[in-house]
Antibody, heavy 122, light 109 residues
């Protein structure tokens, strides 16, 4: 069974960079069968897709966040990460990492981490 | 800007059926079958209910069904149960980009 777990600071100052990692167990992040990504949810609001990364490092970013988002893979730790620069209070949200199946079928976000609240405040 | 529009809330009686719509705005929802639905209970992680418009992942009840007509996708919940009270989100996942609808709160009367 695939498991994902987010980690990182729960409090980030305005204008600084939010950095989160997602540790994966039960599946390899270097498999060509999956994409890995991030979704966030501001308190009391809906879901917003942030970005996905493929095993070869190709990254796909929400156009509304383009220029602020970087994703990377760490195969040695079987984890992937997110960096979001120049954060403001509007970036306060629960951040989820997740997996998508990519192959002869495409199944989005079939496994999720438990989510991590990140608050942007001075 | 592309968007998916859902009703903010829908309610239905126990054991009745209920349908949630998801309409594409400036997105060609009618041109592909990459539509998914997620269920989220309060303070819980979202769960995939439907993908490819109408496919159910293993373990999802057949009371949940999906369909699409033109630019509008729909999720139908049959035999409404108390545990179906939750938020539901549609999602388009074409061409490596994802768009979520604003979510629909389902209330079971």
């Amino acid at each position: 069974q695939v498991q994902l777990r987010e980690s990182g600071p729960g409090l980030v100052k305005p204008s600084e960079t939010l950095s989160l990692s997602c540790a994966v167990s039960g599946g390899s992040i270097t498999s060509s069968s999956y994409q890995w990504g991030w979704i966030r949810q501001p308190p009391g609001k809906g879901l917003e897709w942030i970005a996905n990364i493929y095993y070869n490092g190709n990254t796909y970013v929400n156009p509304s966040l383009k220029g602020r988002v970087t994703m990377s893979l760490d195969p040695s730790r079987n984890q992937f990460s997110l960096k979001l620069t120049s954060v403001t209070a509007a970036d306060t949200a629960v951040y989820y990492c997740g997996r998508e199946v990519h192959g002869y079928i495409l199944r989005p976000w079939d496994f999720w981490g438990q989510g991590m609240l990140v608050t942007v405040s001075s | 800007q592309s968007a998916l529009t859902q009703p903010a809330s829908v309610s239905g009686s126990l054991d009745q059926s209920l349908t949630i719509s998801c309409t594409g705005i400036n997105t060609d929802l009618g041109g592909h079958n990459y539509v998914a639905w997620f269920q989220q209970h309060p303070d819980k992680v979202p769960k995939l209910l439907i993908y490819d418009v109408s496919r159910r992942p293993s373990g999802i009840s057949d009371r949940f069904s999906g369909s699409k007509s033109g630019d509008t996708a729909s999720l139908t919940i049959s035999g409404l149960q108390p545990e179906d009270e939750a938020d539901y989100y549609c999602c388009s996942y074409e061409n490596n980009f994802r768009i979520f609808g604003g979510g629909t709160r389902v209330t079971v009367l």
